[in-house]
């Protein structure tokens, strides 16, 4: 199962969260941060404006997030939520939340009045009964519910966040009805990430012959309500003709790196054989540890171009942000639907008599495939580093070629080698600057750890 090691590092470019802090007054039994809620500080007010300077001098982010933990328990969310809309040029800013303390109307409103404009409620059962059962807190339902009828007649944007297990998934179309009342932007339903219950002895991991039914009725529900859904972790094989709302996108997130040093990793026992590979995650391991690889429910669509072993992270779908997720619905996109990307190098290909087949995206490199007379060759972005060795460095990349093939005879050569100078000659003269790839994930340090007490 190592062939996808590493393959979980897709963001969203246009979106920047910042975890405030790790304290929580729920205790949800899938909790994501559950362990950080002890070992990490949170990020730095201190760092956080050092991302929102930057954010402003160099504009990348359209949307800032706040999260925690809970994020309103925070004492000094109002002074980043200042800061973030004074002096960030940021378009949106969401708060993600439980959604308990808006249940007081006084304060939603100090919130939308702040600046406040998205708010993306965690919401994992459709009455007291499951949610209740889940966040280990009586009262959160109602409370949550509360916060987000407080949302929905103060007008702003609405999103819900389900994230799926054993103990919810039998009422998940039954949620979709519950919160049509609210008229969500978009509902988001994650699959269960373990973290550190690997051997799922919580018995949180739903098996897919349970999941995937109840998900497939909540999409179709939601499809006919007209509420987008974006759904992560899930094999799209598994969603039908909803596999266009699989969106395994994250923004880039400000928090202690080690973070994510826990993340699962995925596999498919199909993905050589899949069309979906380079997009869908699979299974995660301790799903398959669990569960088993689902051989016979996974139905790979079969291939139409050859299966390579993955180097690189999983490709994003888009990076336009006017879309949430890939936001062809009911279509894949096109294969170089990154506009900001391909307008660094738009119209060379054409002009030597080759094509650009497809750009694959991940938040550490930009790869463009040029193909000609049946060669192909990849030209590479990577982050700028003067110490490594590249063909030639933009303000923002260091840009390198790779995986060289060429037609029969030889062909292609001559075409490609011309496309490759080109290429690299307008990525110098396009690159402004403002894109940006990274080769870290959490962009904080070890200064945002506790230090663990001697026991
Ligand atoms: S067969 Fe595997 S790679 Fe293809 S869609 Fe299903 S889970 Fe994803």
């Not at 002096?87 to 939340?97: C, V, Y």
Request: hydrophobic share 35%; net charge negative; glycine share 8%.
């Amino acid at each position: 199962m190592q062939s996808y090691k590493g393959r979980f590092e897709p963001t969203r470019f246009a979106d920047l969260t910042v975890t405030v802090d790790f304290h929580c007054h729920s205790a949800c039994r899938f909790c994501i941060v559950q362990e950080g809620m002890n070992l990490y500080r949170g990020v730095p007010f201190e760092r956080f404006q050092q991302a929102v300077d930057d954010n402003r001098h160099k504009p990348r982010y359209r949307r800032i997030t706040f999260t925690g933990g809970e994020i309103t328990l925070e004492k000094k969310l109002f002074e980043y939520v200042a800061y973030a809309r004074e002096r960030g040029g940021f378009e949106h800013i969401r708060l993600q939340t439980n959604g308990r303390l808006l249940a007081d109307r006084a304060y939603a409103e100090r919130l939308v009045e702040a600046g406040v404009d998205e708010f993306f409620v965690s919401l994992h059962g459709p009455n007291p009964e499951v949610q209740d059962f889940i966040s280990q807190r009586e009262g959160s339902f109602d409370e949550a519910w509360a916060g987000l009828e407080n949302l929905h007649a103060l007008g702003v944007t609405v999103l819900t966040n389900t994230v799926l297990i054993t103990h919810n998934v039998p009422h998940l179309k039954a949620l979709v009805e519950k919160v049509r009342a609210v008229r969500p932007t978009r509902m988001e339903f994650w699959n269960y990430l373990p973290m550190e219950d690997f051997e799922d002895e919580r018995g949180l991991i739903a098996p897919m012959a349970e999941l995937a039914p109840a998900l497939r009725e909540a999409l179709a529900h939601a499809e006919a309500s007209g509420i987008p859904c974006a759904v992560k972790y899930v094999p799209r094989c598994l969603l039908g003709e909803h596999g266009h709302c699989v969106d395994n996108t994250q923004p880039d997130v400000v928090i202690v790196e080690e973070f994510y040093d826990v993340y699962p990793k995925f596999a498919c026992l199909w993905e050589a054989k899949c069309e979906h590979a380079e997009t869908c995650l699979g299974l995660h391991h301790p799903y398959v540890h669990k569960h088993g690889w689902e051989r016979e429910l996974l139905t790979p669509t079969p291939r139409t171009t050859p299966w390579r072993e993955p180097e690189d992270g999983l490709a994003l779908g888009t990076d336009d942000p006017t879309r949430p997720g890939d936001g062809f619905e009911g279509a894949p996109p096109p294969p170089t639907h990154h506009p900001a990307w391909l307008r660094l190098v738009e119209g060379v290909a054409e002009e030597h008599g080759a094509r650009l087949a497809t750009i694959l995206l991940d938040r550490r490199r930009c790869t463009y495939r040029f193909e000609a007379e049946g060669a192909r060759v990849d030209l590479l972005l990577t982050k700028r580093d003067d110490g490594r060795p590249a063909l030639l460095r933009t303000r923002s990349f260091n840009v390198a070629y790779r995986h060289l093939e060429l037609g029969e005879g030889g062909a292609g050569k001559a075409t490609l080698a011309a496309v490759i100078e080109a290429a690299a000659r307008t990525l110098r003269e396009r690159d402004r600057g403002d894109l940006l790839l990274d080769e870290r994930k959490g962009l904080v340090g070890p200064e945002a750890t506790r230090r663990r007490r001697r026991s």
